[in-house]
């Protein structure tokens, strides 16, 4: 199984903040990440995928970088809206795994 | 509008069986990969299982803690996908999520949830 250790797990900021999130693999998973959202008693909400591609309708300040085992998720100016709990997950092979998460807080 | 909407949820013992249901509306199921994805409580998530589309046969793959214990299904008159869970354990304990997953040209990823049911399995 892939193992992916996420970085900071908590993170206090305030709005207008740059955040940046780490995911960082065991091995090589090429691009294999996709990025999720997830606030109190919701479903998660996907963010990215392929590393770094916006999914349709998430806002521009979110973006994501990264490939084989290091990749960050990257929040511009952080907005009252983006407090919540983000996750990793990796693509690459069965079974799929999902990061620890970092709780963004203020 | 596409909805995917889990039920089944309840309280049961260690050792028992129950049966979660995810009934999609707005969209036919049939042309989707679906994954289960899992939370404890105050915990982070866990990939249960995926059941991929009827041209790829409906087939599974699962998690390694659930490997043997919960088998994916589905109906197609019902547009639903099911999630068997057996020798249930007191880890199952979670809010069980279904979500859609949508073909891009790198891959299939989840774009539509359901609102979550939990599974409680305590004596």
């Known amino acids: 199984d892939i193992q992916l250790t996420q970085s900071p797990p908590f993170l206090s900021a305030s709005v207008g903040d740059r955040v940046t999130i780490t995911c960082r693999a065991r091995?090589?998973?090429?691009?294999?990440v996709a990025w999720y959202q997830q606030k109190p008693g919701k479903a998660p909400k996907l963010l990215i995928y392929?590393?770094?591609t916006l999914q349709s309708g998430v806002p521009s300040r979110f973006s994501g970088s990264g490939s084989g085992t290091e990749f960050t998720l990257t929040i511009s100016s952080l907005q009252p809206d983006d407090f919540a709990t983000y996750y990793c997950q990796e693509f690459y092979s069965y079974p799929l795994t999902f990061g620890g998460g970092t709780k963004v807080e203020i | 509008e596409v909805q995917l909407v889990e039920s089944g949820g309840d309280l049961v013992q260690p050792g028992g069986s129950l049966r979660l249901s995810c009934a999609a509306s707005g969209f036919s199921l049939s042309g989707h990969y679906v994954d289960w994805v899992r939370q404890a409580p105050g915990k982070g998530l866990e990939w249960v299982g995926r059941?991929?589309?009827?041209?790829?046969?409906?087939?599974?793959e699962y998690g390694a803690s659930v490997k043997g214990r919960f088998s994916i299904s589905r109906d197609e008159s019902k547009n639903s996908l099911y999630l068997q869970m057996n020798s249930l354990k007191t880890d199952d304990t979670a809010v069980y999520y279904c979500?859609?997953?949508?073909?891009?040209?790198?891959?299939?990823?989840?774009?539509?949830w359901g609102q979550g049911t939990l599974v409680t399995v305590s004596s």
């Open positions: 091995q090589d998973i090429g691009n294999n």
């Open positions: 979500a859609r997953l949508s073909r891009t040209n790198s891959g299939d990823f989840p774009d539509s």
């Open positions: 392929v590393a770094s």
């Open positions: 059941s991929r589309n009827k041209a790829e046969g409906y087939t599974t």
